[in-house]
């Protein structure tokens, strides 16, 4: 089993910004992509961001490129997402994922939450204005 749990979120200013973590434990023998969703109330859950093994490819909704950051420490099992310029249509559920399917990356492919294995608990992130 895998598990993952997520940090960093809170209650931010909108123009303010809040980094994210995604620690993965388990059993974590080999190389696994790893993503982050939001769901906001009403909502379905919607893809942010995925990246891949190396990190060296990484994908971003519209809504958030250009604004947030995905990257990763393989030799601590974490994610991180760097959100800049946070407005209040980012208020959300935050929730990392991972895959160990060994697939080949693909943007397309990791942007749905049926491609996922593992999900964590989510960490809320608030807006205000």
């Known amino acids: 089993q895998v598990q993952l749990v997520e940090s960093g979120g809170g209650l931010v200013q909108a123009g303010g910004s809040l980094r994210l973590s995604c620690l993965a434990s388990?059993?974590?023998?080999?190389?696994?992509?790893m993503g982050w969703f939001r769901q906001a109330p009403g909502k379905e859950r919607e893809f942010v961001s995925s990246?891949?093994?190396?990190?060296?490819?990484?994908t971003y909704a519209d809504s958030v490129k250009g604004r947030f950051t995905l990257s990763r420490d393989n030799a601590k099992n974490t994610m991180y997402l760097q959100m800049n310029s946070l407005n209040l249509e980012d208020t959300a559920v935050y929730y990392c994922?991972?895959?160990?399917?060994?697939?080949?990356?693909?943007?397309?492919?990791?942007?749905?939450?049926?491609?996922?294995?593992?999900w964590g608990q989510g960490t809320q992130v608030t807006v205000s204005s």
């Open positions: 990246i891949n093994w190396s990190g060296a490819s990484t």
């Open positions: 994922a991972l895959d160990l399917s060994r697939r080949l990356y693909s943007a397309s492919y990791y942007q749905s939450v049926v491609n996922y294995d593992y």
């Open positions: 388990g059993r974590l023998f080999t190389t696994y992509t």
